[in-house]
């Protein structure tokens, strides 16, 4: 059964901490925390002293996706900030190789996010490289936006091209409860869920039903 990662995108501010301690609750052990600069994407999120701040509040890991522009020169500071698992989207980062280095040099699980319109293959170099790889079912920058279910094929691929290396597969965007039971059959690992979830009268019981 793949894991549920809550995107703490779509939860409620004014009550983050309930809500976190609400999910940790509900079984989850993995939180997904989105970075937008407003270039990469057009819209802007938090940086790092928001995600200082969520690591006080949460006790399980938080797997920080950049969608930045330059990303190397913020790894230190998300990691500094308590990101497990940083992640870099292939279409912003200027030498990959590098960049997987570098945030496995400072303590981190190195991992890398794909757009729906970028070729699988691109990644095949640097699969050996990986702890998490990313496979993004909507364009980057907003919330509750409609699955595409194109991206099913780059799922379907990603686990297929796994074979002996190590890494987690995520799926982020879209997944909710009309969803997931096909992103689950490819096999990915981890469901990263935001409005499915956060915006559920019940967010207990529809983790629980993310999960059955």
Do not use: C, W
Not at 14 to 35: C, N, P, S
Not at 76 to 85: I, W
Not at 118 to 123: A, G, K, Q, V
């Amino acid at each position: 059964m793949s894991v549920i990662s809550p995107s703490l995108l779509s939860a409620d501010f004014t009550r983050l901490g309930e809500q976190i301690h609400l999910v940790e609750k509900a079984g989850a052990t993995r939180l997904h925390v989105d970075v937008m600069d407003g270039h990469f994407v057009p819209n802007l999120t938090f940086g790092p002293l928001i995600v200082e701040a969520i690591r006080r509040l949460a006790s399980i890991p938080l797997d920080t996706h950049l969608m930045i522009e330059k990303p190397h020169r913020y790894l230190k500071q998300f990691v500094e900030a308590g990101s497990d698992t940083v992640i870099v989207h292939i279409e912003a980062s200027e030498d990959l190789g590098r960049d997987l280095a570098a945030i496995r040099k400072l303590g981190a699980a190195a991992g890398v996010a794909i757009n729906p319109d970028t070729d699988f293959d691109i990644l095949r170099p640097y699969l050996a490289s990986l702890d998490y790889l990313l496979i993004m079912s909507v364009f980057p920058g907003f919330g509750e936006q409609a699955f595409i279910e194109s991206t099913l094929e780059n799922m379907h691929r990603a686990v297929a091209a796994r074979n002996d290396n190590d890494y987690l597969i995520a799926v982020d965007g879209g997944v909710n409860t009309s969803t997931i039971e096909r992103v689950v059959a490819t096999g990915i690992d981890i469901a990263v869920v935001g409005s499915g979830l956060f915006k559920a009268p019940d967010i207990l019981q529809r983790f629980r039903d993310l999960q059955d």
